[in-house]
């Protein structure tokens, strides 16, 4: 089994040297229908976004694993989404790309996050937490069933402290007064 790595001190002038056209991993990769078609690349030389030549290079090494790749430049992040067509395209250009030098800097791959999968509901807004969980927010929006709030305990008044208190600082008679009148 041969696996695919880059050698960096064998890159040349142009981009595509990079790529090694002769390894094929979709035999490797079993199923990849959960896997995402679109990459973020990060560490992209801030040079591609202004130079036409280097972004038609950095195009071309990705449209060699899908002619239908689409590209999104965010300059001020210094990445590139690249949008294909197919998930194993996307595992072949991740794999193949990852920790490769483009331009003058050493990119890295990844497989961007997608919203939700098949069958599942997609909200825009944040879902609020399972009814079960609820009763854990506090103070609680809505009490489960049966739910009673505590009983608050009668003051316990300890007339040996408040004597011993009295004994020592004059003028606290008036504030024991007022204490065991409660």
């Known amino acids: 089994m041969r696996y695919f790595t880059t050698n960096i001190d064998l890159i040349g002038e142009n981009m595509l040297d990079n790529i090694e056209d002769d390894v094929d991993i979709s035999d490797e990769l079993a199923d990849t229908s959960d896997l995402p078609t679109s990459l973020i690349i990060t560490n992209v030389d801030s040079n591609i976004f202004s130079d036409e030549n280097q972004k038609n290079q950095l195009e071309e090494i990705f449209q060699k694993f899908d002619e239908g790749a689409s590209f999104q430049y ?37 497989f961007a996050q997608t919203g939700s999968k098949e069958g599942e509901t997609s909200d825009a807004y944040l879902q609020p937490p399972s009814p079960v969980r609820q009763f854990l927010i506090s103070p609680p929006a809505s009490p489960p069933v049966g739910w009673e709030p505590v009983g608050e305990a009668q003051p316990c008044i300890n007339y040996d402290l408040l004597t011993a208190i009295a004994k020592l600082q004059p003028g606290l008679f008036l504030f024991l007064n007022y204490a065991l009148n409660l």
Do not use: E, M, W
């Not at 067509?85 to 483009?102: D, G, L, M, S, V």
């Not at 331009?103 to 890295?108: E, K, R, T």
């Open 74 to 110: 965010f300059k001020s992040f210094r990445r590139v989404r690249v949008n294909l067509t197919n998930p194993t395209a996307a595992a072949n250009a991740r794999i193949q790309c990852h920790q490769t030098k483009i331009g003058d800097s050493i990119v890295n791959c990844y």
